[in-house]
């Protein structure tokens, strides 16, 4: 599946790509993507085998992707792809990446000189971590995710009020405590062994897509791995690019992908700010006959205003909009016009906010 973005331009979305990474960005049309998320290898510099206690084998990171010469190499690399990945983020676009001790500090700072603009860095608090088999540090029990803008002037997807929720109702902080990926959601290959060794879990996922993008938006996986991004990305009815050098991965990603089913829309909506919903002007209200010019509104001290033609109010010697006169009449430096002003309905009092949000409802 395909998206157009231009008259020559072409999107694969939807899709897992073969190849170098920076190659496949490289080849993409430029502003063409909504999010990035990256899982770049953590260069972990391990020195031969992890034991436990009784002898058994660690099945730690030691594959070849992870492996680089000299911190200098690995610097190349990073600023590599990161050029690639701001090309092909949209001006308001926004890249999400992710790593250990061993990488993130020095990734941090290639983020900030390639241009992008840091908005948080969120702790990610293992509450099953791998233990220190040697006894020799503390045990490693968080990794670190960089969220940044793709300039300081970029307007990013944030879902405020949805990650409050998430929350319980309180709002979202910068350090989230997530299981690592285990059990049935943990891939096997068919030696019985971990598909990948840092697949992600769905949960991380799950709360970067839905706070940071929205329904329909394109999310750009550069080190796909299993395709945990892809498959949350589905799910919540976003179109995800992966981009997979690794013929084993792409496999395992492929099938995990086709059993993916996505959400109804209905399910997909998520709670939004007042900020964020459409800007409906008082006198909209009075253009479509939903109040009479002349009609009487009501304040909650008994205050009483006229609406006039042009949707502006009149209350003895103050006229105004309805934010500036109901300030007025309070004596206060500021007043939301549409909760202090009621209309009457059947003998009853109704905030002219009801008369607003069906307005709303009636422009999505």
Same mark, same amino acid.
């Given at each position: 599946?395909?998206?157009?973005?231009?008259?020559? #331009?072409?999107? &694969?979305?939807?899709?897992? @790509?073969? !190849? =170098?990474?920076?190659?496949?960005?490289? $080849?993409?049309?430029? %502003?063409?993507?909504?999010?990035?998320? #990256?899982?770049? &290898?953590?260069?972990?510099? @391990?020195? !031969? =085998?992890?034991?436990?206690?009784?002898? $058994?084998?660690?099945? %730690?990171?030691?594959?070849?992707?992870?492996?680089?010469?000299?911190?200098?190499?690995?610097?190349?690399?990073?600023?590599?792809?990161?050029?690639?990945?701001?090309?092909?983020?949209?001006?308001?676009?926004?890249?999400?990446?992710?790593?250990?001790?061993?990488?993130?500090?020095?990734?941090?700072?290639?983020?900030?000189?390639?241009?992008?603009?840091?908005?948080?860095?969120?702790?990610?608090?293992?509450?099953?971590?791998m233990p220190n088999f040697r006894g020799t540090r503390l045990t490693n029990a968080h990794e670190t995710l960089i969220w940044a803008s793709r300039s300081q002037k970029s307007k990013p997807t944030f879902n405020y009020e949805a990650l409050k929720q998430l929350n319980d109702g309180t709002q979202m902080r910068s350090d989230w405590t997530l299981p690592i990926c285990t059990g049935h959601e943990r891939l096997k290959n068919e030696r019985g062994e971990k598909a990948h060794p840092t697949q992600k879990p769905e949960s991380l996922l799950h709360r970067v897509l839905v706070g940071t993008t929205n329904p329909g938006d394109v999310v750009l996986d550069p080190f796909f791995g299993t395709?945990?991004?892809?498959?949350?990305?589905?799910?919540?009815?976003?179109?995800?690019?992966?981009?997979?050098?690794?013929?084993?991965?792409?496999?395992?990603?492929?099938?995990?992908?086709?059993?993916?089913?996505?959400?109804?829309?209905?399910?997909?909506?998520?709670?939004?700010?007042?900020?964020?919903?459409?800007?409906?002007?008082?006198?909209?209200?009075?253009?479509?006959?939903?109040?009479?010019?002349?009609?009487?509104?009501?304040?909650?001290?008994?205050?009483?205003?006229?609406?006039?033609?042009?949707?502006?109010?009149?209350?003895?010697?103050?006229?105004?909009?309805?934010?500036?006169?109901?300030?007025?009449?309070?004596?206060?430096?500021?007043?939301?016009?549409?909760?202090?002003?009621?209309?009457?309905?059947?003998?009853?009092?109704?905030?002219?906010?009801?008369?607003?949000?069906?307005?709303?409802?009636?422009?999505?």
């Amino acid at each position: 599946m395909g998206k157009h973005t231009g008259a020559d #331009a072409f999107l &694969p979305t939807d899709t897992i @790509l073969s !190849g =170098d990474c920076v190659e496949v960005m490289e $080849s993409l049309p430029a %502003a063409s993507v909504d999010l990035i998320f #990256a899982d770049p &290898p953590y260069n972990l510099q @391990l020195q !031969g =085998d992890l034991h436990r206690p009784e002898g $058994s084998r660690v099945d %730690a990171v030691d594959n070849e992707w992870d492996q680089f010469d000299s911190f200098a190499e690995y610097d190349r690399f990073t600023r590599r792809w990161l050029k690639a990945a701001r090309r092909l983020l949209k001006p308001d676009g926004a890249l999400w990446a992710i790593g250990s001790y061993h990488n993130v500090f020095r990734m941090g700072a290639a983020i900030q000189d390639e241009g992008f603009w840091l908005l948080n860095d969120v702790i990610w608090r293992k509450t099953n971590p791998m233990p220190n088999f040697r006894g020799t540090r503390l045990t490693n029990a968080h990794e670190t995710l960089i969220w940044a803008s793709r300039s300081q002037k970029s307007k990013p997807t944030f879902n405020y009020e949805a990650l409050k929720q998430l929350n319980d109702g309180t709002q979202m902080r910068s350090d989230w405590t997530l299981p690592i990926c285990t059990g049935h959601e943990r891939l096997k290959n068919e030696r019985g062994e971990k598909a990948h060794p840092t697949q992600k879990p769905e949960s991380l996922l799950h709360r970067v897509l839905v706070g940071t993008t929205n329904p329909g938006d394109v999310v750009l996986d550069p080190f796909f791995g299993t395709g945990t991004t892809g498959a949350v990305a589905k799910m919540l009815g976003r179109h995800w690019i992966g981009i997979e050098r690794e013929a084993d991965y792409r496999a395992a990603a492929e099938a995990r992908l086709a059993d993916v089913r996505p959400l109804d829309r209905a399910s997909l909506a998520v709670t939004t700010s007042k900020r964020a919903e459409p800007r409906v002007p008082f006198g909209t209200l009075v253009e479509r006959g939903m109040l009479r010019p002349g009609e009487e509104l009501v304040g909650p001290s008994g205050s009483r205003a006229r609406v006039r033609a042009d949707g502006s109010l009149k209350a003895g010697e103050h006229a105004g909009s309805i934010h500036q006169v109901g300030a007025r009449l309070e004596g206060a430096p500021s007043c939301n016009g549409w909760t202090y002003w009621h209309f009457k309905r059947d003998g009853k009092r109704v905030p002219i906010d009801a008369l607003r949000q069906q307005v709303r409802a009636e422009m999505t």
